[in-house]
């Protein structure tokens, strides 16, 4: 059982790696600022979240899990305002793309 | 070399990249966002470093870090909003 | 001094889902479950709640900010599902490299700021779509693959999310009418 597990949690980490990876791939493939944050930045935080659930299912039910939870928690809530920053300040400076409506 | 040594190599290289769109993007934002992407890599790594050496306070290092680099983001693009005046 | 005790056990009472998660964070950071840490826990966050009360806060905010922990609970597993989704939405268009980015102007129903900042902050965090700006009730949203000019512009809205946000709101209204 704790064997299936492990390698439950093994594929699911593999998974969140290629999200990474396409995430980082994906920063040299655009060329200007708008498409890089709205594709690149949020396709690695769904890497990030599949990799702490694989971890999460790999060790199952401890203190370890739950300090994986609080860092996840705690990256939840903040990516959402930092990225909003950015893109704000991006924004009111007049960094412009061609249609608006 | 186990599996979970291979998945911190490889976040390793990752998080090279992020840097290097810190050092070469043209505006001031990208270099923002190759930061933000390379905190987030370093949260993954600090936590697979404490699963590695079979430490817990390795999860804590990634709790601060992660704590200290959305501040920097945060004020950064504040500094660059305003133009100077935090 | 009775009136005084009175009032801090009125705050506890309230505030008694916000102490359940206090003090569960406090257990995993010390990771040992032993009466010790059981009580100071309590303690301390019993503390940290009645200085946030009195000194930090300027008004009174408790019955806005009492999500409940079912309602937290259900959002999130639902905002992981449309996270995923969304970002199976998302490859093909970093493998092909085409990206047609727009800014939208659209409008959501609810109507208390708290909630309208939780919808906004779902949206950053969904592959696809970043909020610009926010004034009362309009949201601004950057958003790849956007609806056509003759289609609705609320479909850059993940509905899901919106409508649990917006159950829990009624169930709000009710209670305060």
């Known amino acids: 059982m704790t064997q299936a597990m492990e390698w439950i949690g093994n594929i699911v980490i593999i998974i969140g790696l290629i ?3 396409l995430g980082v791939f994906g920063i040299f493939r655009f060329r200007d600022y708008f498409s890089r944050i709205l594709i690149t930045a949020k396709v690695d935080t769904v890497g990030f979240i599949t990799i702490m659930l694989g971890l999460i299912i790999k060790h199952g039910f401890d203190f370890f899990s739950g300090k994986i939870i609080l860092v996840l928690a705690l990256y939840i809530i903040t990516n959402p305002i930092a990225t909003h920053a950015i893109t704000r300040s991006a924004h009111i400076s007049g960094y412009r793309i061609k249609k608006e409506r | 070399m186990d599996f979970d040594s291979i998945v911190l190599t490889i976040i390793a290289g990752l998080s090279v990249f992020g840097l290097v769109r810190v050092l070469d993007g043209p505006t001031v934002w990208d270099r923002m966002l190759g930061f933000a992407l390379f905190s987030s890599k370093v949260i ?3 936590v697979f470093i404490g699963i590695i050496i079979n430490r817990t306070y390795m999860i804590d290092v990634a709790l601060i870090y992660g704590v200290l680099g959305f501040i920097g983001t945060i004020m950064i693009a504040r500094f660059v909003e305003r133009k100077g005046d935090v | 001094m ?4 009175n009032a801090l056990w009125e705050d506890i009472v309230d505030n008694k ?3 359940i998660l206090l003090s569960i964070v406090w257990l995993i950071l010390f990771e040992e479950l032993t009466l010790f840490t059981v009580v100071s826990g309590i303690i301390a966050s019993v503390v940290v709640l009645v200085f946030t009360d009195r000194f930090l806060l300027k008004g009174n905010y408790e019955h806005s900010y009492m999500i409940g ?11 992981f599902i449309e996270i995923f989704l969304a970002g199976m939405d998302v490859i093909p268009n970093i493998i092909t490299g085409k990206a047609d980015v727009q800014i ?10 708290l909630l309208i900042d939780i919808l906004a902050n779902s949206i950053t965090l ?7 700006e926010k004034k009362g009730s309009t949201l601004q949203v950057l958003a790849l693959n956007a609806p056509a000019i003759d289609e609705d512009p609320r479909a850059v809205i993940p509905l899901k999310l ?12 009710g209670d305060k009418a």
Not at chain 3, 104 to 113: F, G, N, Q, S, Y
Not at chain 3, 126 to 132: E, I, K, S
């Open chain 3, 69 to 79: 922990l079912g309602t937290l609970a259900k959002y999130a597993f639902r905002l």
């Open chain 2, 44 to 46: 993954v790594a600090a």
């Open chain 1, 19 to 21: 999200f990474m990876a």
């Open chain 3, 17 to 19: 889902e916000i102490l």
């Open chain 3, 126 to 132: 969904t592959p696809g779509t970043v909020t610009v």
């Open chain 3, 2 to 5: 009775k009136t005084y005790m």
């Open chain 3, 162 to 173: 919106e409508d649990i946000l917006l159950r829990y709101e009624t169930s709000l209204g």
């Open chain 3, 104 to 113: 939208i102007t659209c409008e959501t129903i609810l109507t208390d700021e």
